[in-house]
């Protein structure tokens, strides 16, 4: 089973950027989703973004749309999300995620890293 390791999280000012990079301890060709998952306080789990082994498929939650792009290297088998205009309500744990199914939810997304923390906050 693949391994997958986030890393990029931290605390940000609103309105700043981040970017967090999912490695993964082989290429994930195999599966149809690889993106990642949002926990944030008091709400549930919820995919953030997702993008399929070939890049044409693309998830966004509307939460998110405009503001976040999803990417991926195949060469370094890492996928990246890059966090532009954040918010306060962007703050949670973010968990890299992968599943066989073109779907980005939780529940299709069994396969998870440790998670990294980003905060937004002044």
């Known amino acids: 089973q693949v391994q997958l390791v986030e890393s990029g999280g931290g605390l940000v000012q609103p309105g700043g950027s981040l970017r967090l990079s999912c490695a993964a301890s082989?290429?994930?060709?195999?599966?149809?989703?690889i993106g990642w998952l949002r926990q944030s306080p008091g709400k549930e789990r919820e995919g953030v973004a997702c993008?399929?082994?070939?890049?044409?498929?693309?998830y966004y939650a509307d939460s998110v749309k405009g503001r976040f792009t999803i990417s991926r290297d195949y060469a370094k088998n890492t996928v990246y999300l890059q966090m532009a205009s954040l918010k306060s309500e962007d703050t949670g744990v973010y968990y890299c995620?992968?599943?066989?199914?073109?779907?980005?939810?939780?529940?299709?997304?069994?396969?998870r890293g440790r998670g990294t923390q980003v905060t937004v906050s002044s």
């Open positions: 993008i399929g082994s070939d890049g044409e498929y693309i």
């Open positions: 995620a992968a599943g066989q199914l073109p779907y980005c939810t939780g529940s299709y997304l069994p396969i």
């Open positions: 082989r290429n994930t060709l195999d599966y149809n989703a």
